[in-house]
């Protein structure tokens, strides 16, 4: 069974430019999660879809992120315009049950 | 404040050593308290986990000790070995039926065991 999938691994962009993240969950898992750890800091929830409706938006940090996850399949995460502050790893999750979560390798940003 | 504190944040033990690493909590709504292991490059995996119904838990060479009435709780690695040199997390959730189960985590700790 293939795990839970993120694109691109690596970003370098500009501050102000548009960034967009991908998260491919394990097939057949209705939860998903994106969370970001910020260097030396701890990991944080961003927020979680069932299928496609979003359930809880409370992470995220304002409104230069949109998260989205068509046909309840895979999710992009996009941050427009990226900031310095927004540097961190984005990682994705996704769950059947909500207990356990299988997180993705994570997709490394930097504003520079 | 839903906060989970995680100490320390580095640890040094020697192979064959016992790795001991805390957490405490202070929202008593969580109900599920996962420990995930992170090794460099990869996403962080799911370790072994507990309910506050239960005081202990024990997968092989890891156990979670639980003190509910304290709110904390703690990872125990036996035999430590250099494989199992990596960040380890604390998390805790809220699973219950109309909660999004979203992961709480600590602050991280760096396990490095000398051979």
């Known amino acids: 069974e293939a795990g839970v999938t993120q694109f691109p691994s690596h970003s370098v962009i500009e501050k102000g430019q548009t960034v967009t993240l991908r998260c491919d969950p394990i097939?057949?898992?209705?939860?998903l999660y994106w969370y970001r750890r910020v260097m030396g800091k701890e990991i944080k929830f961003l927020l979680h879809?069932?299928?496609?409706?979003?359930?809880?938006e409370s992470g995220m940090p304002n409104n230069r992120f949109l998260a989205e996850r068509t046909g309840g399949t895979y999710s992009t995460l996009k941050v427009q315009p990226a900031e310095l502050e927004d540097s961190g790893v984005y990682f994705c999750?996704?769950?059947?049950?909500?207990?356990?979560?299988?997180f993705g390798p994570g997709t490394r940003l930097t504003v520079l | 404040q839903q906060q989970v504190k995680q100490s320390p944040q580095s640890l040094i033990v020697q192979k064959g050593g016992i790795s001991i690493i805390n957490c405490a909590y202070e929202?008593?709504?969580?109900?599920?308290f996962p420990w995930y292991q992170q090794f460099p490059g990869k996403g962080p995996a799911l370790l072994i986990a507990?309910?506050?119904?239960?005081s202990e838990k024990k997968e092989g060479r890891f156990t979670i000790s639980f003190n509910k009435s304290a709110k904390q709780f703690s990872l125990h690695i036996m035999d430590s070995q250099p494989g199992d040199s990596a960040t380890y997390f604390c998390?805790?959730?809220?699973?219950?039926?109309?909660?999004?189960?979203?992961?709480?985590f600590g602050q991280g700790t760096t396990l490095q065991v000398k051979p």
């Open positions: 999750a996704s769950s059947q049950d909500r207990r356990e979560q299988f």
């Open positions: 998390a805790a959730s809220n699973v219950g039926s109309s909660n999004t189960g979203k992961l709480i």
């Open positions: 507990i309910r506050p119904d239960v």
């Open positions: 929202n008593t709504a969580f109900d599920y």
């Open positions: 879809f069932v299928k496609e409706s979003k359930q809880d």
């Open positions: 097939s057949g898992h209705d939860n």
